[in-house]
């Protein structure tokens, strides 16, 4: 099977960066993906790692390390709505496989 | 696209009573996934579709639950009877087979049963 590990809260000052951490135990590995999830609203996504390294998109940016079986999702000058809930995910197969999702980071931006 | 769409919004039904949730995923996706989330269990995977197709049914909880997709447009979550510990937020979600891995998420059905 697998599991998925990441911090239940963190909170950041606005206009700060923080990483919210995923480790993953599973039998293979395809890829690690991240979701946004506001309060009352449905999950987003918002990026994908399949190798290693960084991937930016904006001032958020995921990290993947698979020999670690590790990855972090680090999100730049925090704005206030950036208070959400952000899970990982992970695919352990190929493309017809579904997602396995973390428990989420609950993330509070306070000014 | 108008997105996944999902109804009804939010539904409040008594105990024992059928439950009926509908969804309309994006045109052109080949899977379908409808999901469970609650605060103690998190988001977790009831069944899914590809091309109309259920694929995997593992995370059903029990009989009371049962999914079709009767065409690539369409799919129902059909709980019956309902129990208390159904309650809450279920979503619907689709993707391209390619790109799996970034599913679009419908708003969601708030189930209260009491």
């Known amino acids: 099977g697998q599991s998925l590990e990441q911090p239940s809260e963190v909170t950041a000052v606005e206009g700060a960066i923080v990483q919210i951490n995923c480790t993953y135990q599973?039998?293979?590995?395809?890829?690690l993906s991240w979701y946004q999830q506001h309060d009352g609203g449905a999950p987003t996504f918002l990026s994908y790692?399949?190798?290693?390294g960084l991937e930016e998109t904006g001032r958020f940016s995921s990290f993947l390390s698979r020999s670690d079986s590790y990855g972090y999702l680090l999100l730049q000058e925090l704005q206030m709505k950036d208070s959400a809930s952000y899970f990982c995910?992970?695919?352990?197969?190929?493309?017809?496989?579904?997602?396995?999702f973390g428990k989420g980071t609950r993330l509070s931006v306070i000014a | 696209d108008a997105g996944v769409i999902q109804s009804p919004r939010h539904e409040v039904t008594e105990m024992g009573q059928e439950v009926t949730l509908r969804c309309k995923p994006i045109?052109?996706?080949?899977?379908l996934f409808w999901y469970r989330q609650t605060m103690m269990r998190g988001l977790e995977l009831l069944i899914y579709?590809?091309?109309?197709?259920?694929?995997?049914d593992s995370g059903m909880p029990e009989d009371r639950f049962s999914a079709k997709m009767p065409n690539a447009s369409f799919s129902t979550l059909k709980i019956q009877p309902s129990e208390p510990r159904d309650s809450a937020v279920y979503f619907c979600?689709?993707?391209?087979?390619?790109?799996?891995?970034?599913?679009?998420f419908g708003p969601g059905t708030r189930l209260t049963v009491t």
């Open positions: 045109s052109g996706h080949d899977y």
């Open positions: 995910a992970v695919r352990d197969h190929s493309g017809n496989t579904p997602l396995v």
């Open positions: 579709f590809n091309n109309n197709v259920p694929i995997d």
């Open positions: 790692n399949a190798l290693d």
């Open positions: 979600a689709s993707s391209l087979e390619r790109t799996s891995y970034e599913q679009y």
């Open positions: 599973t039998s293979g590995f395809y890829g």
